[in-house]
């Protein structure tokens, strides 16, 4: 397996397993197309010229219906009719992204909060039980408690990084695993294969939200997962340009059953902002290969700097989480967190020019979010602070920047705060 060092370069084996992707109506590769590394199947898994104009990228249909020449008949050999079903546009997407993991199939959503809520009301009906990591992304744990909660649905929260304690808290009427690793925001991990077989001895779902990661860092369904799911609106378009998400699996009874619920819920992605997304794809290997050293280079820096309280990044040697991400990740990725003391934040951040304070991540833009006032403001504090989601906490989405612009912002951003720093230990 690749080490994590900021010279690693990703290479997971995309190859087409099972059937072909489903085909994009007009512009599909040949289904006898040869493996490819991640970086040509980025470019060009699932896809070809438009046969109509020769156009190498795949036109934007920007439509709600289709014409269909008698009863029973479509235009397309896809069978598009009508854009809340299907789109040619959002289908050449979903076979980019199925191509690239070299899986079957892929849908394509209007979030990544859509796709999770398609994957949830697909396989719960109430009195089901849901077994799901306790550090998770803030609008999961919502939708899990609030919404679903309210409907008979539930969910234990459990530490997924103890696979003893996932099986102790596995129920007869237990239908889904979902887990989140590296987790949002403090980047713990879990062992997937570990976790995959786990569920399948008990016969349930074993979903993985990869979204930090991506397929081409993390290949979850080489580690037993059954479903990949993606907020695309982070790395795989990766330009702040769009939301979207997207549910990957080789099942194709489980495909079938997303794919309904899409229809009936209405939460397909949009053709242009499918489109952008396309485009981001393409250059997603070579962005995580920067996102990923300039995080390493990051994170050695605040690992060392006294105002840093606690430093969150797999591709340490001296995380706890090393040994177990050099089994299962291609590198570190391009998140890390890192603590300080909760009266120095604002200075810090005030301190900051070319890393935006924003709720997002992935982009080319570094990103910064305080995870206690934001994306999991609505968890309780005695729930998120056992968690390590403390005052104190800081995730940092690393860009594309220069490294040694970023590290000079860091720094001095830790000496304009060092003064409260200071003061409150006096």
């Not at 609505?378 to 040694?404: A, W």
């Amino acid at each position: 397996m690749t080490k994590l060092t900021a010279s690693s370069t990703p290479s997971v084996p995309f190859t087409q397993s099972g059937s072909s992707p489903p085909a994009a109506f007009p512009n599909t590769a040949p289904s006898s197309a040869a493996p490819a590394g991640p970086q040509t199947a980025a470019i060009h898994a699932g896809l070809a010229p438009d046969p109509a104009s020769g156009s190498i990228l795949t036109p934007i249909y920007q439509t709600a219906t289709y014409s269909q020449p008698a009863l029973g008949e479509t235009l397309s050999p896809d069978g598009h009719t009508y854009s809340r079903c299907s789109n040619p546009t959002v289908s050449a997407l979903e076979s980019n992204l199925a191509g690239l993991e070299g899986v079957p199939h892929a849908l394509a959503f209007k979030t990544g909060l859509a796709a999770i809520t398609t994957l949830f009301f697909s396989l719960l009906r109430p009195g089901d039980h849901v077994v799901a990591s306790e550090v998770l992304y803030g609008g999961s744990v919502r939708l899990l408690r609030d919404l679903l909660g309210s409907f008979g649905v539930e969910t234990t929260f459990v530490d997924s990084t103890d696979c003893s304690a996932v099986r102790r808290a596995l129920r007869e009427n237990t239908k889904l695993l979902f887990i989140e690793s590296p987790a949002n925001p403090t980047l713990i991990v879990s062992d997937l294969a570990a976790l995959g077989k786990l569920a399948n001895a008990a016969g349930i779902i074993f979903a993985v939200d990869n979204t930090f990661l991506t397929g081409v860092l993390q290949p979850v369904f080489a580690h037993g997962a059954h479903v990949s799911v993606l907020s695309t609106t982070k790395y795989v378009e990766g330009h702040d340009s769009t939301t979207g998400g997207a549910l990957l699996t080789q099942d194709t009874d489980l495909h079938e059953k997303l794919k309904l619920t899409r229809s009936c819920t209405g939460s397909i992605q949009g053709p242009f902002d499918a489109w952008l997304t396309l485009r981001g794809l393409k250059t997603l290997p070579l962005r995580l290969k920067r996102h990923s050293a300039s995080a390493l280079a990051i994170a050695h820096f605040l690992s060392t700097h006294p105002a840093v309280r606690a430093i969150h990044y797999p591709g340490l040697p001296s995380s706890p989480s090393f040994a177990l991400a050099n089994e299962q990740q291609l590198s570190g990725g391009g998140m890390l967190a890192f603590e300080l003391d909760p009266e120095q934040v604002p200075l810090f951040l005030g301190g900051l020019q070319y890393i935006t304070l924003a709720e997002n991540l992935g982009a080319a833009e570094s990103l910064i979010t305080h995870p206690a006032s934001m994306t999991h403001s609505q968890i309780p504090i005695e729930e998120r602070e056992r968690l390590g989601i403390r005052d104190g906490l800081l995730r940092l989405s690393v860009g594309l920047e220069d490294p040694e612009d970023l590290l000079r912002e860091l720094q001095n951003a830790l000496q304009i705060s060092a003064p409260i720093l200071e003061e409150v230990q006096a």
